[in-house]
């Protein structure tokens, strides 16, 4: 454990905060049967705890292997302070039985978005430095280095997709005015945030829903590393895998599939349509979308040729 947090303090005993609110929302979850907007009251600071988890302790060992880290481990602390001060202001509002996001119903309430708010552009601003000094880095395995830069790239796009969700939709200015509800903002594209979803994500089964292309890409950080973990152990087993040039051109076609699919569902969502219910140019282009992956896997499994790996060598 002692280990552990020596990668970046901060950032660990926030995880470690989150792994304890996320027992707590749990048992939320048992005890408590408030509703708010058709889901548990405690839903949403579950997921939001758990995601803040997984990221601070991947953002840490990230951090860790620069060897000049000592502006990016600046940037991990303000990160950490960021994503306490959202996540306060979440389970505040949770246990108000309020709506923490696109709230202004009160001078509380839209204070507290505020702060949130200001918070995810100064946490987003900290990933991009992070990031920055990620792509500089020289790493000496070519697909550990394909996964990570493309991996925080492609996340810092999707933490952006957060930024579209704060705009007021249409009609709810006008709402305002005439003395209705003061939410301005919204996940949801078409429908009003509230309705029916997906399971736990809740995300909307209805209309658009930007919270996919959020999820999906803020999680390529993860992802993509953990491909590229997986084809270095698989590699111990098939020997096409043993290549270091094959799997940085999977993890390299692995990065394209998964900014694409990243690209698709914001596109499907920003038409208003729903994850579950694609249409025939949604389906359209998710085919472009396999051609261009199984061409890339192709690609990737190509040997090269002795003159050619010689010369590349030179």
């Not at 704060?166 to 903002?185: C, D, L, M, V």
């Not at 076609?253 to 699919?261: D, E, R």
Request: glycine residues 10%; hydrophobic residues 55%; contains cysteine.
């Amino acid at each position: 454990m002692r280990r552990l947090i020596r990668l970046h303090p901060p950032l660990m005993i926030t995880a470690l905060l989150m792994a304890a609110l996320t027992v707590w929302c749990l048992i939320g979850l048992a005890v408590d049967d408030r509703v708010l907007l058709g889901v548990p009251i405690w839903l949403k600071p579950l997921k939001f705890s758990i995601s803040v988890m997984i990221y601070s302790v991947t953002l840490a060992w990230l951090i860790s292997l620069l060897t000049k880290r000592r502006l990016a481990s600046a940037m991990g602390t303000v990160i950490a302070v960021t994503a306490l001060i959202e996540l306060a202001a979440i389970v505040g509002q949770a246990a108000r039985g309020h709506r923490s996001h696109f709230n202004f119903a009160t001078t509380l309430d839209g204070a507290l978005f505020t702060l949130m708010a200001i918070s995810i552009v100064v946490l987003w601003l900290a990933t991009v430095v992070v990031a920055v000094q990620l792509i500089r880095q020289r790493i000496a395995s070519r697909p550990a280095a394909y996964a990570i830069r493309a991996g925080i790239v492609i996340a810092i796009a999707g933490l952006a997709e957060g930024f579209f969700m704060t705009r007021p939709k249409p009609g709810q200015i006008e709402t305002a005015s005439s003395g209705g509800e003061r939410i301005f903002g919204a996940h949801s594209i078409g429908v009003a945030d509230g309705g029916n979803g997906l399971p736990f994500v809740n995300w909307s089964t209805e209309g658009g829903d930007l919270r996919v292309g959020h999820f999906i890409g803020m999680h390529a950080l993860q992802a993509l590393p953990l491909f590229a973990l997986a084809l270095m152990l698989l590699g111990r087993r098939f020997g096409r895998l043993a290549d270091e040039q094959t799997r940085a051109r999977l993890v390299l076609t692995a990065a394209a599939a998964y900014a694409g699919l990243t690209a698709l569902v914001t596109w499907q969502a920003l038409r208003g349509q729903s994850i579950v219910h694609p249409d025939g140019l949604t389906w359209a282009a998710a085919g472009v979308l396999g051609v261009v992956v199984i061409a890339g896997i192709g690609w990737s499994l190509t040997r090269v040729s002795a003159p050619l790996a010689k010369v590349a060598t030179r």
